[in-house]
């Protein structure tokens, strides 16, 4: 398709063009033009599936803007006045930490975001190339700069990077920040991990338009009429020619900034060695373009990527992250989600009779609409592959667990299952014992995509939920019993020893053990709801 529409828009330039170098150069520009267009539809269409919503405006880019405020008195503004707020209703119980990161750091941001002025700016020039004979013989290009990295303008305010152990209430508190930017302002808040899917689906759709192969098939007289036209049109005729491979990271980064004036990252962590190779760059740019980045973690950026492979070419960007945000610790010895509220019944155990009755009463109550019956087999299309939905509607799924993590998945897998459903049901939860980790690892990951997308589930498993990642083999795990004291969980609770044993295993165990136990709770129900996950819940949720 993308080579039709340039042929074309290059015939259209020569019959309007004449002959002669002007004639070449205007079908060089035309084909330019064509392949510029496409390359812009082919990202944002890789973006979109990724579950990003590109921003027309400024006020569709933050997906969860509410309708413009009428003309009624206006409602305290900032992050202080909307934290009191929400005292006052009882929604949040008065702390003293929290109080001061919401009157210090989140409050100072907003008052510098109110007069901040940023400006996109025109891409860096890219390093000298050579002439395009050399490159025509095979003379590779100039790779990116991995050395000094781009100026930060000082009117940039400095981001904010909150950490804490699992529970201390950072992402609450990053939410609280960004519901309390005006509905105006560009901004997005997405989970870390979705981020960088949508980031590296938009560099690899920008290598597939402007890669051209390498060798000697493109004729002599092709890479001159490039050289022609790019004298006369400029950088927009300004290709690749011959093998050479285009930075993509300047050019997403700029689209990106483009879309988002604000970013709120949850849950900023670092395990892949794709993302952190390119990590320090992307952020980087986006922050020469001005975008102001606020971001949840469970560790302190020295902690970042501990153990990782190549991990001397990742201590750039904790560099970056050490001189461009504000550090905030966040723990003060609190889970608040383990606060005592209201349960209702989404998981069932063990796996008897009456427990998968009630399980199949709750999914004939959630797909009780004659209009919208369940089917069997529907396909999901993730990156080019096919997932199948053994049965579902078109807002509710039911799979068995072995469906959805007996076989590799990614994260990518699970959030987009999330995005096409409000409702999962889960069934038959086995219990993981030290030789199912891998089914473990799949389950978190699970977790992570419903918490995040505020997707309502329910499960039934062998034995009680929280006990499902629980060994029978004995284990020596002081770090793991420190953890369980902050969730105010004892051993018992999780059915002895855990299955998990690495620094990132047990962060990742006790952040699903946290999730699991709120996702229970009635406030999660009501969450989904203002989500717009389901717009009806059966009687007995």
């Known amino acids: 398709m993308l080579r039709v529409s340039a042929r074309a828009a290059a015939r259209s330039a020569v019959r309007s063009s004449g002959s002669g170098s002007a004639a070449v150069a205007s079908v060089a520009a035309a084909r330019q033009r064509a392949l510029h267009s496409q390359a812009s539809s082919a990202s944002c269409g890789l973006a979109r599936q990724a579950g990003v919503r590109f921003a027309s405006s400024a006020a569709s880019a933050s997906p969860a803007a509410a309708p413009a405020s009428s003309s009624k008195a206006a409602a305290p503004v900032g992050p202080v006045a909307l934290f009191n707020k929400r005292i006052q209703k009882g929604q949040l119980v008065e702390d003293e930490h929290q109080r001061k990161i919401v009157t210090g750091p989140l409050e100072k941001m907003y008052r510098e975001l109110e007069g901040y002025k940023r400006e996109v700016k025109e891409l860096p020039k890219e390093p000298a190339q050579g002439g395009w004979i050399s490159r025509l013989f095979g003379a590779k290009p100039v790779p990116p700069a991995d050395g000094p990295g781009l100026t930060i303008p000082e009117n940039v305010p400095k981001g904010l990077y909150l950490f804490g152990d699992v529970g201390c209430g ?28 949508d980031a590296h689906k938009r560099m690899h759709a920008f290598k597939l338009l402007t890669h051209k192969p390498s060798g000697m098939v493109m004729s002599a007289a092709t890479a001159a009429t490039a050289v022609v036209a790019k004298k006369v049109a400029g950088e927009a005729a300004a290709a690749p ?42 952020l980087e740019h986006m922050l020469w373009h001005g975008v102001v980045f606020v971001m949840t973690s469970n560790r302190h950026p020295t902690d970042l990527y501990k153990n990782g492979i190549q991990r001397s070419s990742f201590l750039p960007c904790i560099s970056l992250l050490q001189s461009q945000f504000a550090i905030v610790d966040l723990d003060s010895g609190v889970d608040y989600r383990k606060r005592p509220r209201a349960l209702s019944k989404v998981y069932f155990s063990p796996l008897d009779d009456a427990n998968l009755q009630e399980m199949d009463k709750l999914w004939d109550a959630t797909t009780s609409d004659p209009h919208d019956p369940p089917i069997e087999g529907r396909q999901l299309d993730i990156w080019g592959r096919k997932l199948e939905v053994p049965l579902s509607t078109r807002r509710a799924a039911r799979f068995d667990f072995m469906q959805l993590c007996g076989s590799p998945k990614s994260a990518a897998d699970y959030i987009e299952v999330c995005r096409a459903f409000g409702t999962l049901f889960i069934d038959r939860i086995p219990r993981m014992g030290i030789h199912q980790r891998d089914l473990a690892r799949r ?35 002081d770090q793991m019993r420190g953890l369980m004291d902050d969730l105010g969980l004892t051993m018992d609770d999780i059915g002895g020893s855990p299955i998990f044993t690495g620094d990132e295993e047990l962060f990742a165990f006790a952040r699903v053990i946290s999730r699991l136990t709120e996702m229970s709770t009635s406030f999660y129900a009501s969450q989904v709801a203002r989500a717009g996950g389901d717009a009806e819940a059966p009687p007995e949720y």
């Open 241 to 282: 020619l011959l093998g050479e491979e285009v930075d993509p990271i300047p050019t997403v980064a700029r689209e990106l900034a483009q879309e988002y004036e604000v970013l709120c990252f949850d849950e900023f962590q670092v395990t892949d060695i794709a993302d952190a190779m390119i990590l320090r760059r992307l």
């Open 170 to 197: 950072k992402s609450m508190l990053m939410d609280l920040f960004y519901e309390s930017l005006p509905q105006s302002m560009a901004k997005r808040r997405i989970h870390f991990h979705q981020f960088m899917i």
């Open 443 to 477: 389950f978190i990951t699970l977790i992570d995509a419903c918490y995040e997308s505020k997707t309502k589930v329910f499960m039934s498993s062998e034995v009680p939920i929280l006990q499902t990642f629980s060994s029978d083999e004995p284990a020596s795990i």
